[in-house]
């Protein structure tokens, strides 16, 4: 059972591919009460109906009535919010205004990936809006926990890994550093950051061993068998802010300015439980699918 004083968690963007293994994560402990928010109108969800049939509840709001939201929070002591896409931050917030309206105990904001508070240099516009939440989390007065776990493994083809292919076309050197974590294993960290007294008004940061990105593309190589034909695009950013030609996708430029933000340093892997899955096995994973 939790040591903590923590007995109800509500999770927002739980049938998403992250929310899902966080709702997992927490059900498979069952040291809480595990409710799940989904946006009104009811609607069928695979990913909903197996949190259900595990003992989640499933409570529909309206994101955007305040009443609603402080009903449907009412003894709440955490919120966990993995809402994603352009679209995260009116949701957040709201559930942050009806969270200090109900008395909820912690806060664990839509994060999960680069640490955000330690990047020097420009921002990218998505990262700029969630500084913002972050400042108002942090003067909002509930405690809060942030969770860095660098890329998502199974997403590593953001990168420009593109193993059907055998290409790569990578957007920063090398060397540049890769800390990743599988979905399943952070949703584990989630359950887990409850109990750490560091998770308090803190960033808690983990992942697997850290990779470069020619690390990362050895193991490609290995794992396929194959030689990869890879290439280079170290402008990426700068032609997609000068519109020059040729001008980048607006997703090329977020994928370039992820790779150089995944150098995650003063990681906490020590605190928990477990060891994370290495990039290998996700990798061998990925190529499989």
Known sequence: MSSS???????????????????????????????????????????????????????YVDYNDRNDLVKALKE??????????????????????????????????????????????ELHPLHKVKVEFLQELE???????IIVTGLFQEYFGTLGFDHKNK??????????????????????????????????????????????LNELLQKYEEITGSKWEVSYDLTVRERYKSNTDPVPTMLDDLSAYIAITLDIKDLHNDKFSF???????????????
Request: proline share 5%; hydrophobic share 40%.
């Open 139 to 145: 003067k909002s007065g509930m405690e809060y926990t």
């Open 76 to 121: 709440t002591d955490v919120i966990v919010c993995a809402i994603g896409g352009a679209e995260f931050l009116a949701p957040q917030r709201a559930l942050l205004v009806a969270a200090k309206e109900v008395g909820v105990k912690r806060f664990i904001p839509s994060e999960f990936g680069s640490d955000i508070k330690a990047i020097t240099g």
């Open 167 to 212: 290409k790569a076309k990578l957007y920063a050197d090398g060397n540049t550093k890769i800390a990743n974590t599988s979905l399943p294993d952070i949703g584990k960290y989630t359950v887990e950051s409850l109990k750490l007294p560091e998770a308090r008004n803190g960033t808690i940061r983990v992942s697997a061993p850290v990779l470069t």
């Open 275 to 289: 060891t994370p899955r290495p990039a290998d096995e996700a990798i061998s994973a990925l190529v499989k699918s």
């Open 5 to 59: 004083t923590f007995k109800v968690v509500t999770i927002a963007g739980a049938t998403g591919p992250l929310g899902f293994h966080i709702a997992d994560a927490f059900l498979n402990d069952r040291s809480y009460k595990i409710k799940i928010l989904r946006q009104k109108p009811e609607s069928e969800n695979k990913n909903a109906s197996l949190l259900a049939s595990k003992g989640a509840e499933i409570v």
